[in-house]
């Protein structure tokens, strides 16, 4: 089954350290870009940040300087290091990627399940 597995959210105090992960099933594959986005209580999701299969990466201004996204192309994981949070980080965040999945046609968008991250004193 084609999914996106996520790891690694938890509570943890202001000024903190999580680091999230997020692993593609094997049949999925050719993926362009990997991306988190979060989603406060009574917010609309937002994009925190996404990677290129070349590298290229792109932050939501909140958390540039704080946060960093990277990725392992031959595993088809995407890492999210969150340095120095913020109360205001507290949401569930989620993994999304494009692809191609194995016996199906075009290319597809696949979400992770979703893992929480609070940030609390």
């Known amino acids: 089954q084609a999914q996106l597995v996520e790891s690694g959210g938890g509570l943890v105090q202001p000024g903190g350290s999580l680091r999230l992960s997020c692993a593609a099933s094997g049949s999925i594959f050719s993926i362009a870009h990997m991306a988190w986005y979060r989603q406060a209580p009574g917010k609309q999701r937002e994009l925190v940040a996404v990677i290129t299969s070349g590298g290229k990466t792109t932050y939501a201004d909140s958390v540039k300087g704080r946060f960093t996204i990277s990725r392992d192309n031959a595993e088809n994981t995407v890492w999210l290091q969150m340095n120095e949070l913020k109360i205001e980080d507290t949401a569930v965040y989620y993994c999304?990627?494009?692809?191609?999945?194995?016996?199906?046609?075009?290319?597809?968008?696949?979400w992770g399940q979703g893992t929480q991250v609070t940030v609390s004193s």
């Open positions: 999304n990627s494009d692809g191609f999945e194995v016996g199906k046609e075009g290319v597809r968008d696949y």
